[in-house]
């Protein structure tokens, strides 16, 4: 069955990991990442935006997750399977997700006021705890391309509230914003230095604000965002098979795996999936026109997402192995 975040987390703290948190909206995706991380020995967050609800339906989606575990005991290896509300917008929200058999959910107040913020976690919170599901809530506002305008630094998560907001809310978990964020385009090139090759240098994430967040929660289960790493690979193969991608930037590898070595036990990777596919199956129709078996397509993307996966898994969360 699905397990919530508690003990995974406890472990992955102490164990210098971080925990994979794959979206998912189709079989596909959740073959790959089920497949990847049976190979690998990973424990897994499955994880469900609004948007994977709008496209799939709950439902489904849930009733997927669910067969997720049996599908991995028939691939050779039981794992710990969480079921998780990505980006929750509201109560409503999350508790139609714990009402429909979710183990964990993100309740995101990060846009509201501070004491807002407070109020809607705690109130998510006491109704999750009640069904021993678990809670992620956030605190700082990650940037996006959208806010280009205004200065990163002002989002930045403030070390100085952390405790409060843990402490009065009673979340499991906390996600922070020190420089990630949502999508193929982290940074403008304006933020970004330019190597010999003209690729892309984005600026390092904020390890000083991550540390001092540290210091005033010991120990307490940190969740990054926006941790795609954007693999030249699939732009190139996108860029090269039709595609079109502008500037696009992620987090370099290097970075994520010292983030994992800390207290950020759940690292959450959804654009990397996309690019992956997308560049797979824009190759396939490209090479082969007279293809139009979707299983022709989407079986290499497959194949692909998992390899994927489990390189993350194993080179760059270090939860292979912690099954
Ligand atoms: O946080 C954003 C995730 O990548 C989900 O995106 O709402 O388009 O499914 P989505
Ligand atoms: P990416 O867009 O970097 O994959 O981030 C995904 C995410 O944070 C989902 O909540
Ligand atoms: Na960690
Ligand atoms: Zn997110």
Excluded: W
Excluded at 8 to 36: D, H, R, S, T
């Amino acid at each position: 069955g699905l397990v919530n975040t508690r003990d995974m987390f406890a472990k992955a703290v102490k164990g210098g990991y971080a925990i994979p948190a794959y979206n998912f909206n189709n079989m596909e995706q959740l073959q790959a990442i089920v497949q990847a991380c049976v190979a690998t020995k990973s424990p897994v967050i499955l994880q469900v935006s609004k948007g994977a609800r709008d496209y799939a339906n709950i439902n489904l989606l849930r009733n997927m997750a669910r067969g997720a575990g049996e599908y991995a005991k028939e691939l050779g290896f039981e794992i710990p399977i969480v079921l998780h509300l990505d980006h929750g917008d509201s109560f409503e929200t999350c508790k139609e997700c714990i009402d429909n058999g979710f183990s964990s959910v993100m309740i995101d107040g990060s846009h509201f006021p501070y004491e807002e913020n407070i109020a809607l976690t705690k109130k998510v919170v006491e109704y999750a705890h009640a069904h021993d599901v678990t809670v992620e809530g956030e605190l700082g506002v990650l940037a996006g391309i959208e806010d280009e305008v205004s200065s990163a630094v002002s989002h930045y998560t403030k070390p100085a509230e952390v405790v409060d907001f843990v402490s009065r809310t009673g979340v499991d978990s906390l996600a922070i914003s020190i420089g990630t964020s949502h999508g193929a385009n982290k940074f403008v090139p304006s933020q970004c230095t330019r190597n010999a090759e003209g690729i892309l240098i984005p600026p390092p994430l904020r390890f000083d604000i991550l540390e001092e967040i540290e210091k005033e929660l010991p120990g307490f289960p940190i969740v990054l965002h926006g941790s795609s790493s954007v693999p030249a690979e699939y732009v190139n193969m996108i860029l090269q098979f039709g595609g079109k991608l502008k500037d696009s930037v992620g987090i370099p590898e290097e970075q994520l795996r010292k983030a994992a070595k800390s207290a950020v036990c759940k690292i959450n990777i959804d654009s990397d999936g996309r690019l992956a596919m997308t560049a797979v199956i824009r190759k396939v129709l490209a090479e082969k026109p007279g293809e139009f078996d979707p299983r022709k397509y989407l079986g290499p993307a497959r194949d692909e997402l998992k390899k994927m996966y489990m390189h993350k898994n194993i080179n760059v969360l270090g939860s292979a192995n912690q099954a």
